[in-house]
């Protein structure tokens, strides 16, 4: 298992992310959906957790098959999705990924929000992480893929006329007001021989990514959310959730006639599957859904 804390900060309070969270969550994973990839919202609700109590529980399918390096698309079906269980008790959430066909591999991210510049060396309150492992990411200067550039999201041409904010400058983090931390430790575990240390450290690039993005955008979209009250932005939730999930589902019934896998599995392939505690089904009839065509491990 791979474990890093990842510490990101952003010129806003605790309580103002809350809704801006919210906000830049719906509005990312509409922008990332589409061509029969993307975030699915198979649920979201209120729920009470056995540790924590009460909560919002949300269940998303990510589907994410262009996105792999090209040695791990020759494991993986054509068609298949992460299964992501998000539960949230604001300012602390806890995020776990999981594959149904690969046991071995799981992901769970724990995060807590504080007003602070990133100092808080035991946040989560157990055994701090040791030094080498944390990584303090910043929004401004580091590099994300060019892919992801937006003129409209540099921070350090961003300025906000709601709250008077921007642009950050170098050293932003040491005098900015107000100022929080988003801090997330994330575990990262495919226990199988062989392709253990590359997908664990090419899961954590593309996690180190993401969380860049998206607190860039949440900060560059604060006119957009800044005033917003909880009921309004859990309506623009509702309202988005309901647009990706469309967008999702009709590209995949256009590609729901093509066959589900463009490839025969090998014989070295069967083996590597094997040792990930993966069985092959036939594969028979290419006009089925993609949804009846998949991996399946054992136990179910």
Same mark, same amino acid.
């Given at each position: 298992?791979?474990?890093?804390?990842?510490?990101?900060?952003?010129?806003?309070?605790?309580?103002?992310?809350?809704?801006?969270?919210?906000?830049?969550?719906?509005?990312?994973?509409?922008?990332?959906?589409?061509?029969?990839?993307?975030?699915?919202?198979?649920?979201?609700?209120?729920?009470?957790?056995?540790?924590?109590?009460?909560?919002?529980?949300?269940?998303?399918?990510?589907?994410?098959?262009?996105?792999?390096?090209?040695?791990?698309?020759?494991?993986?079906?054509?068609?298949?999705?992460?299964?992501?269980?998000?539960?949230? +008790?604001?300012?602390?959430?806890?995020? @776990?990924?999981? %594959? #149904? /066909? =690969?046991?071995?591999? *799981?992901?769970? $991210?724990?995060?807590?929000?504080?007003?602070?510049?990133?100092?808080?060396?035991?946040? +989560?309150?157990?055994?701090?992480?040791? @030094?080498?492992? %944390? #990584? /303090? =990411?910043?929004?401004? *200067?580091?590099? $994300?893929?060019?892919?992801?550039?937006?003129?409209?999201?540099?921070?350090?041409?961003?300025?906000?006329?709601?709250?008077?904010?921007?642009?950050?400058?170098?050293?932003?983090?040491?005098? *900015?007001?107000? $100022?929080?931390?988003?801090?997330?430790?994330?575990?990262?575990?495919?226990?199988?021989?062989?392709?253990?240390?590359?997908?664990?450290?090419?899961?954590?690039?593309?996690?180190?990514?993401?969380?860049?993005?998206?607190?860039?955008?949440?900060?560059?979209?604060?006119?957009?959310?800044?005033?917003?009250?909880?009921?309004?932005?859990?309506?623009?939730?509702?309202?988005?959730?309901?647009?990706?999930?469309?967008?999702?589902?009709?590209?995949?019934?256009?590609?729901?006639?093509?066959?589900?896998?463009?490839?025969?599995?090998?014989?070295?392939?069967?083996?590597?599957?094997?040792?990930?505690?993966?069985?092959?089904?036939?594969?028979?009839?290419?006009?089925?859904?993609?949804?009846?065509?998949?991996?399946?491990?054992?136990?179910?």
């Amino acid at each position: 298992m791979l474990m890093k804390e990842y510490r990101i900060c952003m010129p806003l309070t605790v309580d103002e992310y809350r809704i801006g969270q919210l906000y830049m969550i719906s509005k990312h994973s509409c922008e990332q959906s589409g061509g029969g990839e993307g975030v699915e919202v198979v649920r979201n609700e209120p729920d009470v957790h056995p540790q924590f109590g009460q909560g919002q529980l949300t269940e998303k399918r990510i589907y994410l098959s262009s996105k792999l390096p090209s040695w791990a698309k020759t494991l993986v079906p054509r068609f298949f999705y992460v299964t992501e269980k998000a539960w949230n +008790f604001y300012p602390y959430t806890i995020t @776990e990924y999981s %594959v #149904s /066909f =690969l046991p071995r591999f *799981s992901i769970r $991210i724990e995060t807590r929000f504080q007003n602070n510049n990133g100092d808080n060396s035991n946040v +989560f309150g157990d055994t701090p992480t040791p @030094e080498e492992n %944390v #990584s /303090f =990411l910043d929004i401004l *200067s580091d590099p $994300i893929p060019e892919k992801h550039y937006k003129e409209s999201e540099d921070l350090s041409r961003w300025n906000s006329s709601k709250t008077g904010r921007g642009p950050l400058e170098e050293g932003w983090r040491d005098d *900015s007001k107000p $100022i929080m931390c988003s801090y997330k430790r994330v575990m990262c575990s495919f226990e199988v021989y062989g392709f253990q240390t590359r997908t664990e450290e090419f899961i954590h690039r593309n996690i180190r990514d993401i969380l860049l993005v998206g607190h860039r955008q949440a900060v560059a979209w604060i006119d957009e959310w800044h005033g917003l009250s909880l009921e309004e932005v859990r309506e623009y939730e509702r309202a988005m959730q309901e647009k990706t999930n469309s967008k999702v589902k009709s590209s995949q019934n256009n590609t729901a006639s093509r066959p589900a896998f463009s490839r025969s599995i090998s014989v070295a392939d069967e083996r590597s599957l094997k040792k990930m505690g993966v069985t092959t089904e036939t594969i028979c009839d290419p006009s089925a859904s993609p949804s009846t065509l998949r991996l399946n491990s054992n136990p179910e």
